[in-house]
C-alpha cells in the first residue's frame, strides 16, 4: 500500500544537524497541543505536549514553540538522527469542547546519514 | 504495557463483504476513537465514543459502523464495504472529559477492498 509519506512537504537534514518542524493551527480557541512522530507501519506516537498558557516546552533533545499570535508550533529536534526519520504531525485540542484532536497533514523528516 | 491493540493489521477482502477490525485498550480510557489516514488527506474522524453505550459520528463515518457494549473494545464494522475504504485505519483511546498526553493510537489496520 502507499506509504502515508507520500503527498507530504518533505523535511531533509544530514546526521547530527539540528531540525525544526512547523506547523499552522486553525482554531485560536484550541488550549492544548501535541506533537506526534509516526514511523512506517506504525501508529501515531506522543512526543511532546504543550499548553496555551507556555511558549516553550523542553524534552529530551525536542523543544516545542507555542507563538499564539500567529497559531503556529514548532517541533525543534537536536542532533538528528537516523531514527528520527518519520512523518510529525502537531494535533490541536479545542479548550472546552470535546475531546476531539485536530490534526495537521503532516512532515516527513529524511535524516541523511 | 499500556497500549492499544487493534486486529488483524492486514486484511484483503471483496466488496460487500462484512468484516469487523477489533480494537482493545488496557488503559480503562473513556474516550475511545477510529480514524482513516489517506496519503494527502491525514488522518480523519471516523466514529468516536465518550463512554459505555455512547458514540457518536466524526468526520467521515459513511459506510461505517461502531459499538461500545464493554470499556475496553471499540470495534469497526463495515457491513458492505466498497474499494473507497481501502485505507489505513487506526484505532486510538484517551482519558476523558480531557486527554491528558492525547490519544495513544493502535499499530494499525491496512484494509484493502477489492
Known amino acids: 500500500g502507499e506509504s502515508v509519506g507520500l503527498h507530504l512537504p518533505t523535511l531533509s537534514v544530514q546526521e547530527g544537524d539540528n531540525s525544526i518542524i512547523n506547523c499552522a493551527y486553525s482554531?485560536?480557541?484550541?488550549?492544548?497541543f501535541i506533537w506526534y512522530k509516526q514511523e512506517s507501519g506504525k501508529g501515531p506516537q506522543f512526543i511532546i505536549d504543550?499548553?496555551?498558557?507556555?511558549d516553550k516546552r523542553q524534552g529530551q533533545r525536542v523543544t516545542v514553540l507555542l507563538n499564539k499570535t500567529v497559531k503556529h508550533l514548532s517541533l525543534q529536534i537536536a542532533a538528528t538522527q537516523p531514527g528520527d526519520s518519520a512523518v510529525y504531525f502537531c494535533?490541536?485540542?479545542?479548550?472546552?469542547?470535546?475531546?476531539?484532536?485536530?490534526f495537521g497533514t503532516g512532515t516527513l523528516l529524511a535524516v541523511q546519514p | 504495557e499500556a497500549q492499544v491493540t487493534q486486529n488483524p493489521r492486514y486484511l484483503i477482502t471483496v466488496t460487500g463483504k462484512k468484516l469487523t477490525v477489533t480494537c482493545s485498550q488496557n488503559?480503562?480510557?473513556?474516550?475511545m476513537s477510529w480514524y482513516r489516514q489517506d496519503p494527502g488527506l491525514g488522518l480523519r474522524q471516523i466514529y468516536y465514543?465518550?463512554?459505555?453505550?455512547?458514540?457518536d459520528k466524526g468526520d467521515v463515518p459513511e459506510g461505517y459502523k461502531v459499538s461500545r457494549k464493554e470499556k475496553r473494545n471499540f470495534p469497526l464494522i463495515l457491513e458492505s464495504p466498497s474499494p473507497n475504504q481501502t485505507s489505513l485505519y487506526f484505532c486510538?483511546?484517551?482519558?476523558?472529559?480531557?486527554?491528558?498526553?492525547?490519544?495513544?493510537f493502535g499499530s494499525g489496520t491496512r484494509l484493502t477492498v477489492v
Open positions: 486510538a483511546s484517551s482519558t476523558q472529559p480531557r486527554a491528558l498526553y492525547g490519544y495513544t
Open positions: 482554531n485560536s480557541a484550541s488550549d492544548y
Open positions: 504543550i499548553r496555551s498558557n507556555m
Open positions: 494535533a490541536e485540542i479545542n479548550g472546552g469542547a470535546t475531546n476531539k484532536l485536530i
Open positions: 488503559m480503562n480510557h473513556e474516550y
Open positions: 465514543s465518550m463512554n459505555v453505550e455512547v458514540t
